[in-house]
């Protein structure tokens, strides 16, 4: 019976994973086609930079857009269409940044500005010019120096 189970379970597990994996799909789609909450973001926070190409990523469950702009600028949206990355290689606008981020960059890092901005579970982080990456709690709080 042990037997049985284990052979059914590694059967099971292996449909799952395929099925999981056969999932991925990148598809390159028109900018017309990205949701109006995605383009508004745009428009208000990057309203000189333009679209360049736009990626609509489903990876098993989950389904990003990855949008790259003009000045070399890379956005990633959630399945939600909310902002959860932003990249790039001259200082972000700050109206992306949350204000007790910036306000703490601002004060500690007067000479320097922030060029990637980063949301993941838990934390928020940063990239400054120089190349320091900060760690920020949800609320803004700073944490650490993350290396």
Not at 86 to 93: E, H, S, T, W
Not at 120 to 143: A, H, P, R
């Amino acid at each position: 019976m042990n037997k049985k189970n284990l052979i059914k379970n590694s059967l099971m597990a292996t449909a799952l994973a395929f099925t999981l994996t056969s999932c991925d799909k990148k598809e390159v789609i028109p900018s017309t086609d990205l949701p109006s909450e995605i383009t508004s973001y745009i428009s208000t926070h990057f309203p000189n930079n333009s679209i360049v190409q736009v990626i609509k990523d489903r990876d098993g469950l989950t389904k990003t857009y990855d949008i790259l702009l003009s000045e070399s600028i890379s956005l990633e949206f959630n399945r939600k269409k909310e902002i959860i990355d932003i990249d790039g290689v001259a200082q972000l606008p700050n109206s992306v940044i949350p204000e007790k981020i910036l306000q703490y960059v601002t004060t500690n890092y007067p000479t320097n500005f922030i060029t990637d901005w980063e949301l993941d579970d838990k934390n928020q982080q940063v990239q400054l010019d120089n190349g320091l990456d900060l760690e920020f709690k949800m609320n803004g709080d700073f944490l650490r120096i993350d290396n």
